[in-house]
């Protein structure tokens, strides 16, 4: 009797030793106006998803706590995050955000922070970790700008970096907007190196330059963008040769994105998945995931494209 029971929870710490650690919480989904055009129930609806098609279950799932305030700031000023905290951002601040700035709201952010934390702690131990949000690479250190309040992967970045917990960072930005301001944060940064391939006519107008930048026309599908990052990603590992990489994988990129202009299919943002996920396994480097963008006037299509990110990890890491 007792055996049976030490082998049930032997059995049960190998699965959770091992396993898919992915950061969400029911904040994730916050409450927007009517018609606001975020689609933020992608939220809840990208893990329910999962759930029911049995690609992950509930021990998947964890539930990051608010980020300590020491942890934003080192990277966000600590005159901004002050103002944030306590509500004082401008009519003018909020409308660049993209959102009506409340208390849930920044709770709601502090705890996305923590998610692409915690994730790439999990990542140093299982190979990956993921965050059901994030990506929120347009909140420069001392402003927020287009629903990016705080910069998670800035902020992940900087808490492995300050841990001494990673040496040489490469973060991996294939939003369809330009990583702008993990750029221009580690600008000055040999410990991270910034690579964005991005649409050049997208937003922000004005880019800034990050390590490694390819701006990519109007139109462009699977059978141009997957060779370019294939190549891309062979070169920079061999060459920054990073001990960790953070991935942004945004929905964007779809030929269905109403923001996007690039044109790849469902099928080109997997294997564009696949190709980061293999590339950083075949290397042994730890991965961090985060979510981008995503605007495809169908939900359904923003979701499944997401999805595909978590089902790729599944299958080739466990
Ligand atoms: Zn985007």
New binding site residues.
Partial sequence: MQLDCYKRITNKYLLSAFMLKIAWSPVYCHPLPANHRFPMQKYELLPEQLLYEGTITPDNLFEPPPLPDAYITNTHTSAYWQRLESLQLSPAEQRRTGFPLSAALVHRETVIANGTVQAALFALQHGIGMNVAG?T?HAFTYKGE?FCLLNDIAIAANYLLQKGLSGKILVVDL???QGNRTAQIFGQNPKVFTFSMHGEK??PMHKEHSNLDIALPDGTPDAVYLPLLEYNLKHLLQKVQPDFVFYLS?A?VLQTDK??RLALTPKGCRQRDEMVFAACRQNKIPVAVSM????SPRLADIVETHANTFRVAQQLYF
């Fill in positions: 990506g690479h287009g939003d369809v907007h997208n937003y945004g964007d923001l996007g981008g963008g995503g605007y």
